[in-house]
Structure formats: C-alpha cells, structure tokens
C-alpha cells in the first residue's frame, strides 16, 4: 500500500467518479469497490503514476494499493478497502502441488 496520485482519463465528472471508486491496480486492472477481479476499461484509462514502490510492484506482477482508501475514521470504507485488498490477494494466489513425502517413523 502505497500513496499515490491517480490521473484517470475522460471528463472531469468521469475520472473522479473513477477515482472514488478505485482501491488500486496491477499491470492489466483496475481493483476498484465492487469488482476485486480488476476491471480493464478503469486501468487503460488510468495512467500509472511514478514511484520506484509502484514500478517495482507492477514489474513483479503484484498489486498496488491506495493508501488514501484506509482511513480508520471512516470504518466502512476501511472494511470495504480491506476485503477488496484480501480478495485480490487470494485470486492472485496459487496453491502448491501435492508432494510424496517419504517419512520415517521414530519407532514409536
């Protein structure tokens, strides 16, 4: 989680609805309140903004995630920035191949 400035494309009225609404992004999408899969039509009107942070994470395939959104004097969108940040985390996530493991007993 990073701050960040966001440039988002369109009119004035479009972009800062867009900019309400987004919680964060990766190379191809935009994570915004309602749509933790990522949205492409947000993120190709987006313009990455600088920062070695956010290079780094894009580069990596990983997320970046607003700062701004965690707020704790407004606990819903906190919650709500939360499980978008918990959602996109697991959908990104693999989970590792069955292994054979050959174990020896202690005798018992």
Not at 78 to 87: C, I, P, Q, S
């Amino acid at each position: 989680m990073t701050d960040f400035d966001i440039v988002v494309s369109g009119t004035k009225r479009e972009a800062k609805a867009r900019e309400r609404k987004l919680f964060g992004f990766d190379d191809n999408l935009a994570t915004l309140l309602r749509s933790f899969r990522g949205n492409d039509r947000v993120r190709g009107a987006l313009s990455e903004p600088d920062g070695v942070c956010i290079k780094a994470a894009i580069a990596s395939g990983g997320s970046v995630f607003s700062r701004n959104k965690w707020n704790t004097n407004k606990k819903t969108q906190t919650t709500k920035l939360l499980a978008v940040f918990g959602e996109r985390v697991a959908v990104s996530s693999s989970t590792q191949e069955c292994q054979e493991c050959q174990c020896e007993g202690s005798g018992v």
